[in-house]
């Protein structure tokens, strides 16, 4: 086990109070967050709850015939175990790393124990449980409502926001996942940001190229969830 420590690259972690994080320091491990790495399965027992410090991870509806829609993303700014946060301990979603990274791992039923020693530190996490609600509510308003280059602006600014430097690491299979399009649209909501000199697309990999421009692609689509998560945690 490797122990980290009071400065962490999770901003859900830094934003606890010493005594909260001391609560967790001896049960967390340091871990590698690999590319695919599955984090939730449906409907299985939550055993460990991650904490990234780099990377981000999607959290996808699996319906029937494994017809997946991703609701989500987790990165730096907080946690899976969201259920566990709750009192339960498992949930219909699945969770897996889609930009590889590291971080932090417990166990579900130590980070209990901990949120049972400490209402802050259970307000705090709860806290995160509010700002990720809002991101998956305004992900179902995009999908109705916004045009696909809006929603394709969207999902870059929030990939954006976990990953460090403007090179990410979209593939076509990864964005038409986020969109629930096929990869034609994907293609071509791509090529569409690209000739507005907003983004430069190769095999794997999105470069930003201007932040702001995305952000006036996005519109109303993009800065809910992230204003929310600013008022609750800061």
């Known amino acids: 086990m ?3 420590s009071y400065q962490s690259g999770n901003r859900l972690l830094s934003s606890l109070s010493k005594a909260d994080f001391g ?3 001896p049960d967390l491990e340091a ?7 599955v984090l939730e399965r449906p409907n299985k027992r939550i055993e460990d ?3 990234p410090d780099a990377g981000f991870a999607s959290v996808v509806a699996v319906q029937p015939k494994q017809t997946k829609v991703e609701v989500g993303l987790i990165g730096r700014e907080g946690m899976t ?7 339960n301990h498992k949930t219909p979603h699945e969770t897996y790393i889609q930009a590889a990274g590291h971080g932090q791992r417990i166990d579900a039923t130590k980070l209990r124990k901990a949120m049972a020693a400490s209402s802050s530190l259970q307000s705090l996490l709860l806290k995160f449980v509010q700002a990720f609600m809002v991101q998956t509510a305004q ?4 999908n109705a409502r916004a045009k696909l280059n809006e929603r394709l602006a969207r999902w870059i600014l929030m990939a954006d926001d976990r990953i460090d430097g403007s090179r990410l690491p979209l593939t076509h299979e990864f964005l038409s996942l986020m969109l629930g399009v096929r990869r034609a649209g994907v293609t ?3 090529h569409a940001l690209e000739s507005e000199g907003l983004i430069r697309a190769s095999r794997g990999e999105i470069i930003v190229r201007s932040r702001k421009g995305i952000e006036r692609r996005a519109g109303g689509s993009y800065g809910i969830p992230e ?6 945690i800061g």
């Open 227 to 232: 204003a929310e998560f600013r008022r609750l």
């Open 23 to 25: 609560l967790l320091l």
């Open 49 to 51: 709850v991650y904490f």
């Open 188 to 190: 071509e909501a791509l």
């Open 139 to 142: 992900t179902a308003i995009s």
């Open 31 to 37: 871990v590698s967050l690999d590319l695919r790495k």
């Open 2 to 4: 490797s122990a980290i």
């Open 81 to 87: 175990g969201l259920p566990v946060v709750l009192g």
